[in-house]
């Protein structure tokens, strides 16, 4: 049975103090000099800033008793609360600023990092993970903001502190203004909490959105979309999930804004009230006439600071417990195997009673599948669209675990290699393979990266691949750069592109399985038909380390040649053996092989 939910809800998220110290312990690492520097000297800014209502009841007092010494005191506190203010202000925010370079570049990587070390495609395909990791990704810029937001925070609740005290040394009661203070706070750490939520439940409608777009935008689907005329229906779908979109957020947004109005009536009710207290129920001197009025007021303004900061903060933080969340993901499926991969194979590949259903969803893409992959065999998968063929590849390659069953290699569990450590002895190409923009040799040679820049090695996985027709055809040979949006950059066909992507799937010399999932579709039946007769010669003249050879096509008259071929059918295995056995058989290969045969004739 699928053990994986369908979806994720905010009780997923890790808890926001374990977010914030994991962070503030990441933001440490990348620069503990700048970190505690920028950290108090920002703090340290706000305090003179706080006291300016003191010195302003000095100066009143001094004025109102003719006292010059008292009047030059509380002059010069309030030019050194500004200058130093200000000095501090600007030192600290340059160190933050650099600070916040230097922590950007760190948490970008982090994050690129951690999405490339899970072993599976999970997170690339489960559209509810998906979702949030657009709004990760989209949020890195607020992880760098996460430490001044937290800063502020701290600061604007010093001035707060500050304020309050002056605000009590004229009359206690004046403590009770912090009451009319915590609705703001109250809501706008909520409204964060609310409309962020919202925005990962509408995630869906932004992504098609941005898809829309990009097909609108796009050089790929450029020609396309004129000669089809479909230019103003994109831009119109494309208007309607942005309009989907905004409706759920922005109805969240005005919700949170009434609630957020209101906590502000609440406070400043509160304030007037203060005012009104001290200025006509007290029988106190101009000076504290006049520091309740500025204290008063600067506590309006700290505490619309420290809402700002908190609120600002609280969306940090949701981009921190996502930051978080994707740590544990990526510990989860982190490498535990050590058992050691054969340096060749004696006995070959067997699954036995495999199942699969995709995480999330509740439909077996393959059921009880058994199945001999013999040492040094060519085997090919043929079936209809959504026969399971790719799902099939990926178990083989360790995309995914069985959700039932097992797959053995000689006897050993696959479960029990580490992923990498299996990987580094595959070699594949894929339908859809990628379009690397490099130098053509680099495009070729990252298919091994121990070995990139050996331009023998590349010059033989061309040759295998069947591409060097098109390293002929270049400008600059395996030195010209791909892609047309680059200086000098050369424009390849979909064809060329897919033999530098075969010859780039081909670049190991030595692996124990190599796997072909229709990586020649954007070329004719012959070309294919030639390139498999290769590739399957290949595979048996490496017959020392055992080779299996996986070929996956529609093209059924190119898969005559496999050592077993094994048809696919509603998810399970319909049938398999030979070519000459199968189509003696008079089953579904032989129907289907018959069909494409007539085509051609």
Known sequence: MNSYRTGLKDDDLPGVTRSLLRSMRLGYQANPVLLIGSFSLMVASWIPMALGALWLKLLINGVADHDNGRIRLATMGIAG???GGWLLGVIGSRLQSRFRDRVTIELEAHVARLQATVSTLEHHER???????????????LLDHLYLALFGTIGTAGQLLV?????????????????????????STWRASVERRTEEDAQPHMRLARHLFDLGTAAGPGKEVRTTGTQ?????????????????????????????????????????????????????????VLLALAAGANLSRFLASTVGQVDFLR???????????LEDYAAAHAVHEDAPVPAALSDGIHLDDVTFAYPGTDRNVLEHVSLDLKAGSVVALVGENGAGKTTLVK??????????????????DLRAFPPDGWRSRLSGAFQDFFQFEYLAGRTVGVGDVARADDLVAVGTAVERGGAASVVEQLPKGLGTQLGPTWNDGVELSIGQWQKLALARGLMRDEPLLAVLDEPTAALDAETEHDLFERFAAQARSASADGRITVLVSHRFSTV??????????????????????LVAKGGLYAELYEMQAQAYR
Do not use: K
């Not at 304020?163 to 809501?187: E, F, K, Q």
């Not at 178990?395 to 050993?412: A, E, K, M, N, S």
């Not at 005559?560 to 070519?579: Q, T, Y």
């Open 81 to 83: 609360a500004a200058a």
């Open 127 to 141: 559209p509810d993970y998906l979702n949030r990791l657009q709004l990760l990704r989209n949020m890195v810029f």
């Open 163 to 187: 304020t309050v005290g002056l605000l009590m040394s004229i009359h206690p009661a004046l403590a009770l203004l912090l009451l009319a203070a915590i609705p703001p706070v109250w809501v």
């Open 232 to 288: 103003n229906r994109l831009v119109g779908q494309r208007q309607a999930a942005w309009s989907r979109w905004y409706a759920e957020v922005g109805a969240a947004r005005w919700s949170s804004a009434g609630w957020y109005a209101l906590a502000w009536i609440v406070f400043g009710l509160g304030y007037v009230a203060a005012v009104v207290f001290v200025a006509s129920g007290l029988d106190r001197p101009p000076g504290d």
């Open 315 to 325: 969306w940090a933080l949701d981009a921190s417990q996502r930051l978080v969340w």
């Open 395 to 412: 178990l083989l390659c360790r995309f995914y675990d069985p959700t039932q069953g097992r797959i053995t290699v000689d006897g050993t």
């Open 560 to 581: 005559r040649m496999a050592d077993l071929i094994v048809v696919l059918d509603g998810n399970r295995i319909a049938e398999s053996g030979s070519h000459d056995d």
